[in-house]
């Protein structure tokens, strides 16, 4: 009971027509979110459990690292199969480790609107700073610009801290609307969005359509960095920054700097690890490579599998021939 009369006061907030009305002011408050952040990797131990000794190790080598914070519970870190009160211990932990001038963006997306609110209040108790929401997607038939715009409103009327819309299609089998993107821009407490799709037509669409509102976009990956840089993007949520994170922050500072013909030359060399580590093997893959780099991978949560030795011998071969390795 006393979870649905948290929801229930929760959303008792401002309407559609009222965060309109503000949106312009807002928009030269909005949270910064520009810079690289790493979705870091969940550690688990030998029977499954999150190994938070290791966590802890990861993120003291990350402190020393240019990062503009972390995001902590996105797809990279298993999310999905870490109950409720592993999200947010997690979250907790981090907070606990991260230096005070590093943002922490955490996943806080569910299925349900309901649940999307509750986790993000508790996500933002747990000490987040601001709140990475995917798009609910198991209905998906039905999740057209009318349900997201319904849910993604609820969701940031009802947030305390800042939210970042979360689009990443090889996931969920759904993309954000451009139109429903649009529309949640106005929102005076939706600060951004990070698009994992790749689509750079899109993506510019979006800062083009968004920006008077002082919209930021992610680039969800680094395959593709420095074009989204270039038609506007502030930042990156990259998984190969666990990896190569000076690399890939390195890369997003030549083309703050305009230094485009050496950006285009470390881009070339950041897409093949970039890609093995993504849609290629996933989450496996970016675990065994933390490994080869010093940092705390180790086995994924079943049902996921580790790599078989062919698969092991193309990723070590990515990273190898390209340099890294």
Same mark, same amino acid.
């Given at each position: 009971m006393f979870a649905i009369r948290s929801f229930n006061l929760l959303c008792r907030r401002s309407t559609v027509s009222t965060w309109r009305n503000t949106s312009? $002011?807002? +928009?030269?408050?909005?949270?910064?979110? $520009?810079g690289i952040y790493p979705p870091i990797a969940t550690p688990f131990t030998q029977s499954e459990d999150v190994d938070y000794q290791r #966590? /802890?190790?990861?993120l003291k080598k990350y402190s020393n690292l240019p990062f503009r914070g972390l995001v902590v519970q996105g797809s990279n870190g298993e999310y999905p199969y870490l109950s409720a009160e /592993?999200? !947010?211990?997690?979250?907790? $932990?981090v907070k606990q480790a991260l230096p005070e001038h590093k943002l922490l963006m955490a996943g806080s997306g569910c299925e349900s609107t309901r649940g999307t609110v509750l986790m993000s209040q508790r996500m933002a108790e747990a000490g987040a700073d601001c709140l990475l929401v995917v798009t609910p997607c198991f209905y998906r038939g039905r999740m057209d610009s009318r349900a997201l715009i319904n849910h993604y409103t609820k969701v940031a009327d009802s947030s305390s801290v800042p939210v970042v819309l979360y689009s990443v299609p090889a996931n969920t089998g759904l993309d954000l609307p451009v139109d429903a993107i649009i529309q949640l821009s106005q929102h005076p407490?939706? !600060?951004g969005l990070k698009d994992s799709g790749g689509d750079i037509t899109r993506i510019a669409l979006i800062v083009q359509k968004t920006r008077s509102q002082g919209f930021q976009v992610l680039a969800g990956s680094a395959g593709f960095l420095v074009p989204a840089y270039a038609v506007g993007a502030v930042g990156g949520v990259c998984a190969l920054a666990n990896v190569l994170g000076q690399q890939v922050c390195d890369l997003a500072q030549l083309c703050v700097s305009g230094r485009w013909d050496e950006a285009r030359e470390l881009q070339y060399r950041l897409? /093949?690890?970039? @890609? +093995?580590? @993504?849609?290629?093997?996933? !989450?496996? +893959?970016?675990k065994q490579a933390m490994e080869w780099f010093g940092y705390h991978g180790g086995a994924c949560r079943s049902? #996921?599998?580790?790599?078989s030795e062919a698969d092991l011998a193309r990723l070590r071969l990515d990273f190898s021939s390209n340099g890294w390795l």
């Open positions: 312009q $002011s807002a +928009a030269g408050k909005r949270l910064d979110i $520009s #966590l /802890e190790d990861n /592993e999200r !947010v211990e997690v979250v907790k $932990s407490n939706i !600060v897409i /093949e690890p970039n @890609t +093995a580590v @993504t849609r290629q093997y996933g !989450v496996p +893959a970016l049902p #996921l599998q580790p790599l």
